[in-house]
């Protein structure tokens, strides 16, 4: 099939951007997206262009690097399926395509179409986490039982692979999906409800502060996320703020 | 945002309890509407659930002015192409347009019937009460500007109607309470609460034209 | 003695760790304070490497090439973690663990390593339950295990089919908490181009900041490689894009020898190639064999047939079908491991009986695991007259609960329903035995340079079982190294800061900068991406599931001149300052170039054949392994002088103390 892509390139963080029209041919069903898009990248270089830049690693779907907005929705077209799992049986021949980065104030975009996320990496380390030193003299794994429901549950969230689609679906920009999917993940189990509340208290913090949006609960992130992390985690999230508030003496 | 809401949905409650009184015709009617008109302009408890009510809608408004602000802030480069209807509905990223357009109806609203009976000055009813029923009947069957009035109440129930539809359980999230079970008890009644207020409310002024 | 002393420890096997522990030297809290450590890579052996040492009280700087720690290629295992925790009653120890690796590796891993690995195996599960990962339970709470190929017990856990994303996050919560306290400094997208040595001693790295560009100078006491392993040499593989042998290379030819570089993981069950666009390969996780049937048709008329689309699997009565690996190893069946199913997947199309367009593919198969499912679940729910549809139903829900992710994965990419028609696979690769060799210590032979994780050869000698590989990286990370680093550093109390004004820093500095210069100044007329593929295809026919004398010969001219085209003819777009993901790839495979190489050199030197590693010349008359135990128990381990096929070959002997050498036998 053949296709028309519209993607945005910009040199680098302080340069203006703007999107650019390619015409990519012969582009096979089979092939994933961002095939697609090495395919064109090859064709660039040998004209000497400068390849069109873009985050990706793991290519099957869980390292959470790849991005991409796609037509307009993250991750392109295809529900529960990260860019490098899209295949071009998704698009007709003969479609226009844009190829946008994420757009959130707290994701500067580094080129082209690759963004910085490490507002992520800082939202973690805010609390996103047990605070267990790692000596392995920690007590036997079985000797707190915990409910299959609740294992099954965390898990569930703790599936989110920190990709950003949340963010960038949402028409705020807000970050909730993620930092609710790591707040229910630890605090369903009860490793991780000995510091529940400061953990909530201080991820919440520091996704403000790296300027996301609120949440209007429109849905988005749900629909878009990849893994499909449910807004359940966000309202369990409010609970837990809401707790870690009015909880006396913190 | 979700606290304010949900009082201003109790407050919806009341309003439309006692506005359904203008269902009724004739002069024992009329009286009845006064009367209930006066005890909630001067019984003290009415007076401070009122003042709440004042408080809430400006607190709504303006935290939705600023929560808009600091989201519009919040991806300060928009996308050439977005296709948001694929992961959302229209009403719940246009809460605040749906929120405005009931900020201007609740303007228009107040001048023409709370100021009228606050400050205006009004003829008196057989009972003695400030006779603020035939102030809204006649409000809606005058011949140059009633239907346009009519029209205008029913666009606003309307916006308010997909206002309520999202923002309804959107406060249960909010609050925390929205879990797999609770999710879907929460969105039926909503949806009930919404659509059965908004038509109640916009049928006033459509039955009030019609029969008067 | 040779050059190489393993310093393993005296005592019987059993006690070989807790003796050492009990002995080695130990580097006081107040001291640590003033030692840094650099740590490459942050997968489960580099972040709870990071971690584990931060903890401790040493200085930290971790460093990655992706976008975040979080996103190493660990991530993407997906079946399970081992430990030998008998938690199922099966008769399972610390010994058994510790036989079936040894047996699996094909007896050619370091007895004393491999028992230490399995006594912390069950220490790892502790502590990842600690750090809230989620593993699998069943409905009494306790946690769930699988089975997993090669042994005959159920000591896998696992976290669905995304343990290695569990696992990783578990370890990079424990890095990020001690990112917040000031402990680890963490350097994302930066990428290690060369080893400092400062009087025969690693003292730093030179990394590139691939944001900005810059070519910066990291300075420490000690460098620990966990860099992964080397599959991305064959272009194909399962590894991620970004996966490269560079930051181990650079230390390979600084002094660091390489141990068994030819003993690569071919993992039998990966989605086949579509087409010449393929960019990587998707592994479906070996826990699928747990309830998949592997077969391909009996006659050679019917493959011919599904192979042209006039005949659907599902067509095939079962008469017709030659489930190979049950019928070749009745005792393990479908579970055999890694080595041989793939090998077997590989007779079984060479034969012509592969089974989609290219003829290389065969069939894993879940219609009897889902009737056999949904019998029981009749029979629980006490349905004695249940329809073959509702059992088949029943048994597609017990398929979907335990291997969801992967059909629904499949299915994105191949665009066909695994419920309904079998599965098709074929063996892709995967992981690398070889690597940095190392001592007990898990230190190279250059002095304060460590490697963990798949970055060394120690555990899984020929072929690795599966779910060993997350064990190994978290044991090195959290419970191994920490300690013996100890070892060495306690002689570097006293040193002070490390300087990077040293002319050591300066020299690498500036070699670094004249390559990257180098490359983009050739402008020549192909891809980097071309030679690649190129390389790809000379170690995969020449020196991938099967391999003879007279191939290797010449894959080694091969790659010499398609090393020297490339250093003629590659084109890099763009510059050196500023982010240059070409720039990036080609520094990589012109370190492949180099690699790949030395694996066709080691594979020619071992002539046996054992565990991943196949020589088409040493085989029984039924087509098995033959390995040769009086000539090749020996580590193969490489000095680089110059030229990667001139490279000197050391050997470090294989003594089986504990364990008796025996011909492996699956069948």
Not at chain 1, 70 to 92: A, D, V, W, Y
Request: net charge negative; hydrophobic share 40%; proline share 3%.
């Amino acid at each position: 099939m053949n296709l028309t892509l519209k993607v945005w390139r910009q040199k680098d963080a302080n340069s203006k951007g703007e999107i650019v029209a390619y015409d990519v041919k012969d582009i096979s069903e089979e092939m994933s997206f961002l095939e697609m898009l090495d395919v064109l990248n090859e064709k660039l270089v040998a004209e000497g262009d400068e390849p069109i830049a873009f985050d990706h690693d793991c290519r099957e779907g869980i390292c959470g690097a790849c991005s991409l907005y796609i037509n307009g929705e993250p991750h392109g077209p295809m529900n529960r399926t990260t860019t490098c799992q899209l295949h071009m049986r998704s698009f007709k021949d003969g479609e226009t395509v844009f190829i946008e980065p994420w757009r959130a104030k707290a994701f500067p975009v580094i080129k082209d179409l690759m963004v910085d996320r490490s507002a992520f990496d800082r939202i973690i380390q805010a609390g996103g986490y047990v605070s267990v030193n790692t000596s392995g003299n920690t007590i036997d794994a079985n000797a707190i039982p915990i409910p299959k429901e609740d294992a099954d549950e965390a898990f569930d969230a703790a599936t989110c692979i920190g990709c950003g689609a949340c963010v960038a679906a949402c028409k705020n920009a807000s970050a909730m999906l993620f930092v609710s999917a790591k707040v229910s993940q630890l605090s369903l189990l009860p490793q991780g409800k000995v510091e529940a509340e400061e953990r909530v208290k201080n991820m919440v913090e520091q996704m403000d502060h790296e300027g996301f949006g609120a949440c209007t609960v429109t849905g988005a992130c749900e629909a878009e996320c990849p893994k499909g992390i449910s807004l359940e985690n966000i309202s369990r999230m409010n609970r837990e703020y809401l707790k870690a508030t009015v909880s006396p003496g913190k | 945002m979700s606290a304010t809401g949900l009082f201003l949905c109790l407050f919806l409650v009341g309003h439309l309890a006692g506005n359904l009184q203008l269902f009724l015709t004739g002069e024992e009617a009329a009286l009845q509407f006064n009367a209930y008109a006066k005890f909630m302009t001067t019984n003290p408890a009415v007076k401070i659930l009122s003042y709440l009510t004042y408080f809430s809608i400006l607190f709504h408004a303006i935290d939705g002015i600023m929560l808009v602000a600091s989201n519009k802030a919040a991806r300060p480069q928009k996308y050439a192409y977005s296709n948001p209807s694929a992961n959302s509905k229209w009403n719940s990223r246009n809460m605040g347009v749906l929120g405005t357009i009931i900020l201007v109806f609740i303007a228009v609203h107040m001048s023409n019937f709370w100021y009228v009976m606050h400050f205006g000055s009004l003829p008196v009813d057989s009972a003695g009460n400030k006779d603020l029923y035939t102030v809204v009947i006649s409000f809606f069957t005058d011949d140059s500007m009633g239907l346009i009035f009519v029209l205008f109440y029913v666009f606003a129930m309307a916006a308010m109607c997909f206002h309520l539809l999202h923002g309804f359980k959107s406060a249960f999230s909010s609050f925390g309470l929205r879990t797999a079970k609770t999710k879907v008890i929460f969105e039926k009644i909503g949806y009930a609460f919404s659509i059965v207020v908004s038509i109640a409310f916009a049928a006033i002024p459509v039955y009030i034209y019609l029969t008067h | 003695m040779s050059v190489l002393d393993s310093k393993i420890p005296e005592g019987s096997i059993d006690k070989k760790w807790t003796n050492h522990k009990n002995h080695i030297r130990l580097v006081n809290p107040a001291n640590k304070r003033s030692i840094d450590i650099i740590v490459v890579g942050t997968g489960l052996a580099g972040a709870s490497a990071a971690a584990s040492l931060a903890e401790m009280g040493y200085n930290v700087k971790a460093f990655c090439f992706q976008d975040s720690p979080r996103r190493a290629h660990s991530i993407a295992a997906q079946g399970g973690i081992n430990a030998a925790k008998n938690y199922q009653n099966d008769g399972d120890s610390v010994y058994r663990l510790f036989y079936d690796t040894v047996k699996g590796g094909d007896y050619r891993s370091r007895e004393s390593n491999v028992h230490r690995l399995a006594e912390v195996s069950a220490d790892i599960i502790d502590q990842c339950v600690a750090q809230g990962v989620p593993f699998a339970r069943e409905y009494g709470g306790l946690l769930d295990n699988r089975s997993f190929g090669g042994v005959q017990v159920s000591r896998t856990f696992y976290a669905k089919g995304q343990t290695g994303q569990q696992l990783l996050l578990g370890a990079y919560s424990a890095l990020s908490r001690q990112i917040s306290k000031g402990k680890v400094k963490m350097y994302n997208r930066h990428e290690m181009l060369d080893l400092v040595m400062v009087d025969d001693k690693a003292r730093g790295i030179i990394a590139r900041n691939l944001v900005t560009g810059k070519v910066e100078r990291h300075a420490a006491h000690a460098v620990v490689l966990c860099t992964g392993g080397y599959g991305n040499v064959f272009f194909l593989s399962t590894n991620a894009m970004g996966s490269n042998v560079t930051a181990a290379w650079k230390a390979h030819k600084r002094g660091a020898f390489m141990a068994n570089p030819c003993f690569t993981q071919i993992h039998p069950t990966c989605i086949p190639v579509s087409g010449d666009h393929q960019s990587k390969l998707t592994l479906m996780s070996e826990s699928l064999r747990n309830d998949g049937r592997i077969w391909v048709p009996k006659k050679i008329e019917d493959a011919q047939a599904i192979r042209e689309g006039r005949l659907k699997p599902t067509q095939l009565a079962e008469e017709d079908r030659d489930y190979y690996l049950e019928r070749r190893y009745p005792s393990f069946g479908n579970l055999v491991p890694r080595d041989v199913a793939s090998r077997a997947a590989k007779e079984r199309c060479d034969a012509g009986f592969g089974v989609n367009a290219t003829g290389q593919a065969v069939y894993l198969d879940f219609a009897s695991a889902i009737e056999r499912y949904g019998k029981e679940q009749a029979s629980i729910h006490g349905m004695n007259n249940a329809s073959k549809d509702e059992i088949i139903a029943m048994g597609k829900k017990v398929v979907e609960a335990k291997y969801g992710n992967l059909f629904e994965m499949y299915e994105k990419i191949k665009d066909q329903n695994p419920y309904e028609t079998p599965m098709m696979i074929y063996p892709a690769v995967h992981y690398t035995m070889g690597g940095i060799w190392v001592d007990y210590n898990l230190m190279t032979t250059v002095k304060g340079c460590f490697a963990c994780g798949e970055a060394n050869f120690s555990d899984h000698g020929a072929n690795r079982l599966g779910a060993s590989a997350l064990m190994q990286g978290l044991a090195d990370g959290y419970f191994v190294l920490p300690y013996t680093i100890g070892d060495y550093l306690a002689d570097d109390i006293l040193t002070g800061k490390i300087s990077t004004d040293q002319p050591a820093f300066e020299q690498a500095e500036k070699n670094v900068n004249d390559r990257l210069e180098t490359l983009l100044s050739i402008q020549g007329s192909k891809t980097v991406d071309h030679f690649h593929k190129r390389l790809g295809k000379i170690m995969w026919d020449k020196c991938g599931m099967s391999r003879n004398a007279e191939g290797l010969k010449e894959a080694m001219v091969e790659i010499k001149a398609l090393r020297e085209e490339f250093w003629k003819d590659v084109k890099v777009p763009g510059s050196i300052n500023g982010l240059n993901p070409e720039l990036e790839k080609a520094g990589r495979v012109a370190d492949f170039l180099e690699l790949g190489e030395l694996m066709c050199l080691d594979a020619l030197t071992r002539n046996e054949s054992c565990g991943g590693h196949f020589r088409e010349e040493f085989q029984t008359s039924e087509g098995e392994a033959m390995r040769d135990d009086e000539n090749f128990t020996f580590v193969s381990v490489f000095e680089y002088t110059g030229e990667p096929g001139e490279a000197v070959l050391h050997k470090e002997d294989l003594n089986y103390e504990a364990i008796e050498v025996k011909t492996r036998s699956y069948k």
